[in-house]
Each structure stands twice: as C-alpha cells, then as structure tokens.
C-alpha cells in the first residue's frame, strides 16, 4: 500500500465530499482499551451477576456488544501483535511470549501498524499502560509503558524511552497517564490506547478492594472437576490446576489442607483477587468516560473496549488459557461511537482481534492495507447489514518446545516424573463455524477434538470420530482447509 501523508489524507477526503457538495465528516477519536487476561464473562453487561461493572455496561449500553468476539492466538504478546497490525502470528511473527528466548519475536517491520498510519495522517498518538511487546512502541507521540509483565504497586513505566518509577498502583497510575496524554491533545483528533496490567497474576488488588467478596463463596464452575474423560491431551495440563502450581501466589494458605480443600480455598482466593483487580479497571474506565463527556468530547470518540485473551476462572480446574475452548478463545469486545454507531445493539456475526485496526482505520477515513487480514466491524457497529460476513472463525496456537505427548510418554517410564513446566499447552489449530468446533492438534501426532458448543457448551465430550457427528467433521475438516488456504497459514 502507498503511503498517505496528512496532506494526501486531507486532499483525498475533501475532493471525495466536495464532489458530492457535503462537507466531509470530522474524523473520530479513538479510544482502544485492552485489559489483560480478562474474561468475557466478568462483565455485567455479558451476564455476570456477581458484581456489577457500570463503566463497562455504559459502554454497551451506547454501543455494541459484541456476543462472539474472539482471539485468534490466546497468549499475551501475539495478541497484541495482532491488534496492532490486523494479522495472525504466521503473518507478523509474534507467535508466543518470547521472554528469555534466544530468537526473540518482533513484529515483522515490513507490516504497516495502524498507530504509524494514524500519526502519519495527522493524528495526535499516545500508549499508556501494559505493553508486553519485544519492540519499543512505534507511531505514538507518546508513549508511557510497563516494562515486560510490570508490576501493581509503585511501577517502573518506560517514559518515551527513559524508565521511570510512578509511586501508585498500577491500573491508578495508567489512568492518570491516560488523562494526562488527553489534557495534550489540543483539537488535533487522538488515538490513545490505554492498556491495563490488570487483571493479570500474580494479584495484588488495590487496598481499597482487598474485602470485596470476603463475606461470598463464588459458585464453582460445572466443569470444576472435569475428569477429561474424552480429552486425554487436556488431562495433561497439570501446571493449569489451581492445587499444582499457583499456591506459591498464597503464603497465608492454611496448612494442612485435603486436596478438594486446598483446590477450593485457591479457587475462591484467585478467582475473588481477579475479580477485585476487574473492578478497578472498571473504576479508572468511569474516570476517562467521565473526562471525555466533561470535555465534550464523547460524541465523537470511538471507544474499543476489550482483552488480550480470554481466561480460565475455574472452569476445567483451570486458570490461564492458551487453549481453544470458550473461556480462553472467548474474548469481551465493546465498541462505541455516538455519531454513528448503533446504542444498546448486541451483535452475534463473529468478531476477531483481526478486525481491530481495520476497523479503526476505516471510521478514521484511512485505506485499509491489504496486508491486514481482518475486516472492518464498521457496519456491524452502525447496526447495517454487510454484505456478507464470516461464516467462520480460525484459530491458532503456536507454542511447541515440548509437548504435552512427550510429557505423557515420560511418565509412563517413570511414574514418579513431574510436568510442570509453565502452562505447557501443545501447538494446535481450528475452526469454530455455527454450532461446532474442531480442533487440531498438530504437533501431537493425529490427535483431535470435535464439540457439539450449543449442546455440550462446557466442552467436555469430544464427538470426534462419532459416526454421529461425520458428515459434521467433513464439513469442519473442508472449512478449516479452507481457512488455512485463506490467512496463508499453509
């Protein structure tokens, strides 16, 4: 794609509307918010009856909500790779989390980001908050970042390159940079994109919501003790169960415990710090809605609201994600745009992280390259009804130095061998199209998955290889080919 300078920005939008005798629109603000290991159903406004998230459904309720929004690679830096350049991992070459690596994964250069394009067509450009990528941020005015995984209280933040300590506790201090960068912009349009650390382990909510929840016992998922009867690849998992490998996070764990009680009291610990540190995002969220209406400038901002990933909050005995199942492919995506996008819609077509910066690109006026193999979530936002629309969603996952196979054959050698290390999920692909989902796993020999979602929404009976379910499997076999094919993942 050629490069559009502001001048050229400006030259093409005028002569398109002076040619039809309009006066060509104002361009939007973006306001891009990504939480960090966030679950889709840890938000009022999707369902959620434990606490109330009022900055989150005051979104919704002047936007979209979208019902099946997903990510495309459920790991932390690949996703936001991909928000930024509207590709999957093959394509921009962030496939995993690459701390400590040898070979450390960076964006391919030669692939446009849309903050670069955004800044170039004259708009005023910021990051603040959570950045997790090997790279400095590129195409921002400014730019304020945690460093790596940063932490909650008094962070170290990257300050257009000079690291600095901010006295504070994160998801506060985010904010007040956010506000900060916007008390700068003049009447230049922003982009802003305000990323938050929480609700990220290891917690340490902020003090002042460190007793929420101590007087409730959170439900337990259906699937707490899944036996993974149909999914032996699952079973091997180990390090995501609450009782293997997180009770270091809690020095104050009774001692002592049974294996059910140690599991439950984890449970309720972890899940209740998670939802504490989602609270105050949605706090400091209220603080920039607030600022924005104070400021008139609601009207004509857009507001994406969404997380790298989704999560595991119990469901399988599990936290964390990486896999494809529901909780961590899911993901929460809101958008918002009171000039022309549609208030109170729920929207079902699906939705990807791919479309992101296509779709900011598109309300800015810019010409989406074609390097970016996302769609514009435009007509979906506005309440029009495209064309067409993906009829399918793919997904995959890349991170492969040992797999879970091998771990399996060790212990039967050697019953006494340990698997434990970090979230060791094998490389697997697939494809969720209607009511099904099927699942590769690739790097694991002839392995697969197949799940009825709509009958069997928890995931816990692999219909692969049920004559039942062939003609399905064919079809689910043919698409993910065809997906393959598509995003040049061959």
């Known amino acids: 794609m050629s490069k559009i300078d502001r001048r050229g920005f400006l030259a093409v939008g005028g002569a398109a509307f ?32 434990l606490f109330s998230t009022p900055n989150m459904d005051r979104l919704a309720a002047g936007g979209t909500r979208f019902e099946n929004a997903f990510c495309t690679n459920s790991l932390c830096a690949p996703s936001r790779a991909t928000a930024l350049t509207g590709t ?16 450390i994964e960076k964006i391919d250069p030669k692939l446009p980001q849309y903050p670069q394009m955004l800044k170039q067509a004259g708009y005023r450009t910021g990051v603040v908050g959570k950045w997790h990528l090997q790279e400095e941020p590129k195409g921002f005015d400014y730019s304020c970042v945690l460093p790596g995984q940063g932490v909650y209280f ?17 998801t506060d201090v985010t904010t007040d940079l956010a506000l900060r960068f916007l008390d700068t912009v003049g009447t230049d349009p922003f982009l802003l994109i305000y990323q938050h650390k929480a609700p990220h382990r290891p917690f340490t909510p902020a003090p002042r919501h460190a007793k929420m929840f101590d007087n409730v016992e959170f439900p337990y998922p259906e699937t707490f003790d899944d036996d993974f009867s149909t999914r032996p690849l699952a079973k091997e998992a180990a390090d995501m169960l609450f009782e293997q490998s997180i009770a270091s996070d ?9 294996s059910a ?5 984890l449970y309720q610990r972890f899940v209740k710090d998670h ?18 209406d104070k400021k008139n400038l609601s009207a004509d901002t857009l507001i994406l609201y969404t997380s790298d990933n989704g999560y595991f909050l119990g469901e399988h005995g599990w936290y964390d994600k990486r896999f494809m199942y529901e909780p961590s492919f899911r993901v929460p995506l809101l958008a918002r745009y009171p000039r022309a996008g549609k208030a109170g819609h729920v929207e079902a077509r699906y ?64 019953p006494s061998f340990q698997y434990f290390t970090p979230h060791r999920v094998g490389p697997h692909r697939g494809v969720r199209m209607g009511d099904h989902k099927l699942i590769e796993y690739y790097g694991e020999g002839d392995v697969w998955e197949l799940f009825d979602v709509k009958n069997d929404s928890h995931e816990t009976r692999n219909r692969y290889g049920d004559p039942a379910y062939a003609a399905i499997e064919a079809d ?15």
């Not at 009680?261 to 009291?265: H, Q, T």
């Not at 689910?476 to 040049?488: F, N």
């Open 88 to 103: 999957y991992s093959h394509i921009n070459g962030v496939k995993g989390n690459s701390e400590g690596r040898d070979n």
């Open 154 to 170: 008094d962070p170290d933040f990257i300050e257009n390159g000079q690291r600095k300590k901010i006295p504070g506790y994160a």
């Open 261 to 265: 009680e140690k599991k439950k009291w």
């Open 351 to 414: 939705a990807a992280n791919i479309d992101y910066a296509p779709t900011i690109l598109d309300f800015a006026g810019i010409e989406v390259p074609k390097a970016m193999q996302g769609r514009s979530l435009r007509p979906l936002i506005e309440g029009r009804e495209p064309t067409e629309w993906r009829r399918s969603v793919y997904y995959t996952y890349h991170e492969d130095s040992w797999t879970l196979r091998d771990a399996a054959k060790e212990r039967m050698t050697d």
């Open 18 to 49: 002076a040619s039809c005798g309009k006066t060509a629109p104002k361009r939007p603000n973006v306001l891009f918010v990504m939480t960090d290991d966030q679950a889709a159903s840890q938000m009022s406004c999707y369902g959620n009856r």
């Open 476 to 490: 689910l076999k043919r698409e993910l080919q065809r997906l393959r094919r598509e995003y040049s993942d061959v």
């Open 250 to 258: 809690y020095p104050d764990l009774p001692k002592n415990l049974k």
């Open 275 to 292: 939802y504490r540190a989602v609270y105050g995002v949605d706090e400091n969220l209220g603080r920039v809605l607030d600022y924005l």
